[in-house]
């Protein structure tokens, strides 16, 4: 596959699939003894197996003497492979981050979602088994199939009966065969950890990775990303597994897959702050031109191969630079049990926009107060200097929390869309108003019912006091939960595989 179109089933003397390769993998010489991974050609004379995939292990030797250096690593999805990702938290930017010439900020969280891949010595190829052991029925298995004229791989699900679809996992694995189309892919286990505080549950201690006993539909999101984390860290952990890459070395190749999964999956294209967050960590944002991911066309045609790894190989115009949190400020969230319908939400404000012939003046006015916290928050020493700088800062960005907050309202009563609603705009107004040290706090990203997040000075015990006051505050549903989760520059990262021991245990002695 590659450059041209329709010239036959994975063809890697195409000149695209040549340097895509280059990009991504170091290449070792073929092992005969394996039974994946390594490649023959159609125009060599390739027998295509049932399933699309190449069956046998055996280069022809024009195959390996022309291309040697593109052969798969000999351990390529041989061992086991773990990857997380981070959730995210958008501070500021909300709406107006979906602008390209607009500015947001936001922070990875220390809440991740892991993806551990095993292989399946027992499976047929083309095989993978999907499974989210935390939530009831989660198990979703798949068959993949090279059609052989250069448009995507095709990813069946084979226990529809039993499992609802998952489109992120579906999508997400289909994008990562079709960009690294490999004539062999070798059955594989693959399966979801989602740190506890994705979702709405009872107040710690709980087990590492807890077993909600629901179906995942059931299950209360608190708005921290999930599908954004689970994309990135999937996507991540099949590009590592099957290639044997260092995924970390090739960043720009795993935001821009899991981007184009991750709005393939969702059928819109978002400002993907949350997927860049995921990827790369904490970052100052302003997105790419949704134009970018126009360029892959439809999956079923025969350009779709070639023009996803193009897109996915070049230098997408876009803004994610890297900032953390001071050790002097410190950043809680806090679970409302809501959570938000973000794409009506966006839809209405984006109508909004369109139609109302001021609507450009609330909006830059909201991105101007935005830049001015962003400037404050990310000019503040990286390292401690006895908490001089926040207590000169202090003021200033309560007040400029105080200011965006309002122009949001504002966005928000004309838009038709509580962006803010009065019940968080007590709470938040009463932990600024009550907690000592607390700076202040939004409903983030596109606001609604999801989870709150605070800044505060990282100082004594501040941050004690502020989750006291949060598991104290009475809502109608309840108290609010102060989830966890801290700031986590960090996007994705390798994970040891020797670390889930507990979670074996725990479920059951679930094989990983
Ligand atoms: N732990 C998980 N295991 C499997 N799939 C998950 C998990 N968490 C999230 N997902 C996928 O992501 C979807 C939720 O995505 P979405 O509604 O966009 O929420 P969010 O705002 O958290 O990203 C789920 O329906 C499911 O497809
Ligand atoms: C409105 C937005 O600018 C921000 C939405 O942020 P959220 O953090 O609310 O996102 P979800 O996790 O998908 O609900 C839309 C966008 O930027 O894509």
Redesign the pocket.
């Known amino acids: 596959m590659g450059g041209s179109a329709a010239t036959g089933p994975r063809n890697f003397e195409n000149s695209a699939a040549l340097s895509r390769l280059q990009d991504l993998v170091v290449f070792v010489s073929c092992p005969l003894e394996r039974g994946v991974g390594c490649f023959r050609s159609a125009r060599l004379g390739t027998k295509v197996d049932s399933v699309g995939f190449v069956g046998s292990n055996v280069p022809t030797p024009t195959a390996r003497s022309a291309h040697s250096e593109l052969l798969i690593s000999p351990t390529a999805g041989m061992a086991t492979t773990a990857i997380s990702a981070p959730g995210k938290v958008l501070l500021a930017g909300g709406y107006t981050v979906l602008d390209a010439g607009c500015r947001g900020l936001v922070f990875a969280l220390s809440a991740r979602?892991h993806v551990v891949a095993t292989p399946d010595p027992a499976g047929e190829s083309g095989s993978f088994t999907?499974r989210?052991p935390?939530?009831d029925g989660?198990v979703w298995t798949y068959s993949a199939r090279d059609p052989g004229d250069s448009s995507a791989v095709t990813v069946t699900q084979t226990n529809s009966d039993s499992s609802s679809a998952?489109?992120?996992?579906a999508t997400a694995l289909r994008y990562a065969l079709s960009y690294l189309a490999l004539p062999s892919v070798p059955a594989t286990t693959l399966t979801?950890?989602?740190d506890n505080d994705?979702y709405s549950q009872p107040p710690p201690p709980l087990p590492r990775f807890n077993n909600l006993g629901v179906p995942?539909?059931a299950a209360h999101?608190t708005?921290?990303?999930?599908?954004?984390?689970?994309v990135t860290a999937f996507t991540a952990c099949l590009l590592s597994h099957l290639s044997s890459t260092d995924v970390k070395s090739h960043l720009h190749v795993l935001h821009n897959l899991a981007q184009a999964a991750h709005c393939a999956?969702?059928g819109k294209v978002g400002s993907g702050f949350?997927v860049a967050a995921a990827t790369y960590g904490s970052c100052q944002y302003q997105r790419f031109q949704p134009s970018v991911l126009a360029a892959i066309p439809d999956p079923s045609d025969s350009s779709f191969t070639a023009k996803l790894q193009e897109t996915v190989r070049s230098q997408w115009p876009m803004t994610c630079a890297p900032v953390a949190l001071p050790p002097s400020l410190g950043l809680v969230l806090g679970d409302v049990r809501g959570g938000s319908a973000?794409p009506g939400m966006v839809r209405s404000v984006l109508d909004w926009r369109k139609n109302d012939a001021d609507s450009q003046v609330t909006w830059t006015a909201l991105d101007a107060r935005n830049r001015s916290l962003i400037d404050v928050v990310t000019e503040l020493p990286s390292s401690d200097d006895n908490g001089t700088a926040i207590t000169t800062a202090a003021p200033s960005i309560t007040r400029r929390i105080t200011d965006i907050r309002t122009a949001v309202r504002s966005l928000g009563e004309k838009a038709g869309v509580p962006i803010e609603p009065p019940s968080q705009t007590a709470l938040l107004d009463a932990v600024t108003a009550s907690v000592p040290g607390a700076l202040g706090g939004v409903v983030p990203g596109a606001g609604g019912y999801d989870a709150v997040c605070f800044l505060y000075v990282d100082a004594g015990d501040t941050g004690a006091k502020l989750r006291e006051f949060l598991s104290k505050y009475q809502l109608e549903n309840g108290v609010v939960r102060a989830l966890e989760a801290r700031e986590e520059r960090e996007g994705v990262r390798v994970e040891d595989v020797g670390s889930y021991d507990d979670v074996k245990a725990y479920f059951d002695g679930l094989a990983l």
């Open positions: 979602i999907v989210s935390q939530f989660a998952n489109p992120f996992v979801i950890l989602a994705y995942l539909s999101k708005g921290l990303g999930s599908s954004a984390a689970l999956a969702q949350d973000t």
